[in-house]
C-alpha cells in the first residue's frame, strides 16, 4: 500500500532563511504524481509545487524547489528566504493510477506546521 | 480562477443526526473528493466521484455515503452523525485525470463540523 510519511510535525524559521521540509513515500507504482500543498492558518489549501515521476529534473517555483530523489522516495521541499506569508502547515500528497487495481489513489502525509520568525 | 464552494464554513450538529455537506465547483471539472483533515493524521479520502451518478470509496467510507447528481455538486452524507466524526471536512475538485496539464485538485475552504 503507498503511503506518505512527514516525520516533522513542526518546525520553525527565521525570516529569510531557507528551511527544507522533508517527505518520504512508498508505492510500487512507477507512474505518480508528488505534490506540496499549503494550508495558512483558517486559510484555503493551495497548490505549491507539483513533481512527476517520470521527469528527473527537480520542479521550482520561484522561492520553492523540490529535492526529489526517486529510488530514495524523497520529495523535500526547500522554501528560500522565508517570508512571514510563508506560515502554515504543509502536506505532502502522493496521486496515481494503480495499474493492478484499475483506481486512482491520492494520498496525504500527515502536515508539518512551518512558523516564520520575524 | 476555479471556486470551490462548500456551503457551510462552522456546523454543529447533534448525534443521531443525518448531515448534509454540499460542495460546489464552477469549472465543469470532472473529479470530486471529500476528505476529512484531523490533526496528526493529515487528510484522509473519503469518498471520491469521476463522473455524475459515480462514485468511489476512499479510505475512510464507513458512515458516509456520497451524491453525485450533477456535475457541478457533490454531496457528502452522515447518515447518523456520531461524536467521532467531528472534524474539518474538505471538497476538492480536479479535471480528468491524466490530462496534459494534470492540473492537481483545487480546495474549498473546509467545513468545520462538530457533533454533540
Known amino acids: 500500500a503507498q503511503t506518505v510519511t512527514q516525520s516533522q510535525p513542526e518546525m520553525s524559521v527565521q525570516e529569510a532563511e531557507t528551511v527544507t521540509l522533508s517527505c518520504t513515500y512508498d508505492?510500487?507504482?512507477?507512474?505518480?504524481?508528488l505534490f506540496w500543498y499549503k494550508q495558512p492558518p483558517s486559510r484555503q489549501m493551495i497548490l505549491v509545487i507539483r513533481q512527476e515521476a517520470y521527469k528527473q529534473q527537480n520542479a521550482t517555483e520561484n522561492r520553492f524547489s523540490v529535492n526529489f530523489q526517486k529510488a530514495a522516495k524523497s520529495f523535500s521541499l526547500k522554501i528560500s528566504d522565508s517570508q512571514l506569508g510563508d506560515t502554515a502547515m504543509y502536506f505532502c500528497?502522493?496521486?496515481?493510477?494503480?495499474?493492478?487495481?484499475?483506481?486512482?489513489?491520492?494520498?496525504f502525509g500527515t502536515g508539518t506546521r512551518l512558523k516564520v520568525l520575524a | 480562477d476555479v471556486k470551490v464552494t462548500q456551503s457551510s464554513r462552522y456546523l454543529v450538529k447533534r448525534t443521531g443526526e443525518k448531515v448534509f455537506l454540499e460542495c460546489v465547483q464552477d469549472m465543469d471539472h470532472e473529479n470530486m473528493f471529500w476528505y476529512r483533515q484531523d490533526p496528526g493524521l493529515g487528510l484522509r479520502l473519503i469518498y471520491f466521484s469521476y463522473d455524475v451518478k459515480m462514485k468511489e470509496k476512499g479510505d475512510i467510507p464507513e458512515g458516509y455515503s456520497v451524491s453525485r447528481e450533477k456535475k457541478e455538486r457533490f454531496s457528502l452524507i452522515l447518515e447518523s452523525a456520531s461524536t467521532n466524526q467531528t472534524s474539518m471536512y474538505l471538497c476538492?475538485?480536479?479535471?480528468?485525470?491524466?490530462?496534459?496539464?494534470?492540473?492537481?485538485?483545487?480546495f474549498g475552504d473546509g467545513t468545520r463540523l462538530s457533533i454533540l
Open positions: 500528497a502522493f496521486m496515481s493510477l494503480s495499474t493492478t487495481s484499475g483506481t486512482y489513489k491520492y494520498i
Open positions: 476538492a475538485s480536479s479535471p480528468m485525470l491524466w490530462d496534459s496539464n494534470n492540473q492537481p485538485q483545487h
Open positions: 508505492t510500487s507504482e512507477s507512474n505518480y504524481y
